[in-house]
């Protein structure tokens, strides 16, 4: 990376100066070192039996929001500003619909298990 970059935007050249490259690069150095991190720590608890059964699974949640938590912030640059409330919004609302659609999915396939087993 060169630090500093050129693109146009409705016709016109625009720079992007080099203090606020280096910012932004920063940023995606930690957010690499946080997703990284919590990724291991989750890989290890598995490899090395750290923790079993419900424990486990607690523990691999909190990491897995723990990461969706560092996705948002450094990579998505989504946080609690003003600005970007509308599109953690956004992100929230579509969130609650997939866990609505997969939830109500789940709730039918074991009731009909229940019903075809009994």
């Given at each position: 990376m060169s630090g500093a970059w050129e693109g146009e935007l409705g016709g016109?050249?625009?720079r992007q100066p080099v203090a606020e490259a280096r910012h932004e690069r920063r940023r995606y150095v930690w957010g690499l070192g946080f997703a990284?991190?919590?990724t291991?720590?989750?890989?290890?608890l598995v490899v090395f039996k750290i923790l079993s059964g419900p424990a486990l699974l607690a523990a691999i949640g909190a990491l897995a929001l723990l990461q969706i938590v560092v996705q948002f912030r450094f990579f998505l640059h989504i946080?609690?500003?003003r600005s970007k409330?509308?599109?953690l919004q956004l992100i929230l609302f579509?969130?609650?619909l997939i866990l609505i659609m997969v939830g109500g999915s789940l709730w039918i396939l074991t009731s009909l298990d229940q019903r075809m087993i009994g």
């Open positions: 016109h050249k625009v990284l991190v919590l291991c720590a989750a890989f290890g946080d609690l500003s409330r509308e599109d579509t969130g609650l």
